[in-house]
């Protein structure tokens, strides 16, 4: 039997990325659901989103590879976070692949009031770069995701200005990769494309992209992983990464 190829695959970014929830087996397990209204202990906390998603996907795309997913995204953390997770990553360890996306919280924080917290975008574009030069020398292949802008079709005035603010670190963060030469998947305008169009929704319920219009919803997160998983498969980022089939005496 030909043994199974592993790929491992990073992922760095910020709660987008990480994606926390609560998980309990009362929640999941159809054959044991809580009761509406019945308390449920929370076992653990575990990422989901659009990175699990994708995972998903690429194992029913590659069923002969064995995928191994680490998901360092965190929660809150700015690019000066990040660059320094970077670095700290264990002596040695090698990945197939790196997904890199961050700068949401370098602008965001200007916006809270937490000003110490808060990454200039010069700042920004230097932490962007140490990290890629961390990535590309640690995995075969990188891969950069531009951040989703904050729910724009709310569209009040703070929310018109962070996003036009975040849209420019989207800019320098595909600068930095182009330089890089790392391939940047920049989902601004699909996002907000999708966004507009749902505005026209009549009613209350109309879907949504985001749950709290920063984090994605469950349809941000299909559209995340959309944009995700068309970007490898059009380019063929796993076939290129697997080893090349060995010859056997009746192919030579």
Not at 140 to 163: F, K, L
Not at 186 to 202: G, K, S
Request: hydrophobic share 40%.
């Amino acid at each position: 039997m030909t043994p199974k190829t592993t790929l491992r695959i990073l992922w760095l970014g910020t709660s987008i990325m990480e994606h926390r929830q609560a998980y309990s087996p009362r929640l999941t397990d159809q054959t044991n659901l809580a009761r509406v209204g019945e308390t449920v202990r929370i076992e653990e906390h575990r990422s989901n989103g659009y990175v699990r998603s994708v995972h998903l996907a690429l194992q029913l795309a590659h069923p002969q590879v064995a995928f191994v997913c680490h998901n360092q995204g965190q929660g809150g953390a700015t690019s000066r976070d990040l660059s320094r997770a970077a670095r700290n990553l264990s002596t040695g360890a090698r990945f197939d692949l790196a997904v890199f996306g961050c700068g949401i919280n370098d602008v965001w924080r200007a916006y809270q009031g937490r000003d110490a917290e808060a990454v200039a975008i010069d700042e920004y574009a230097e932490h962007y770069t140490a990290i890629l030069t961390i990535l590309v020398a640690r995995a075969r292949h990188v891969v950069c995701v531009s951040e989703t802008p904050i729910r724009p079709d709310a569209d009040p005035q703070t929310v018109a200005a962070m996003n036009e603010d975040l849209a420019c670190y989207n800019q320098v963060a595909a600068q930095c990769a182009a330089t890089a030469g790392v391939p940047f998947i920049d989902v601004w305008t699909p996002f907000t494309e999708t966004a507009y169009a749902l505005a026209r929704h009549q009613g209350t319920a109309a879907p949504k992209l985001w749950s709290d219009g920063v984090h994605l919803s469950d349809l941000g997160v299909a559209l995340l992983t959309q944009q995700v998983e068309a970007h490898l498969r059009e380019n063929r980022v796993v076939e290129r990464l697997l080893p090349e089939p060995r010859q056997t005496r009746a192919d030579k």
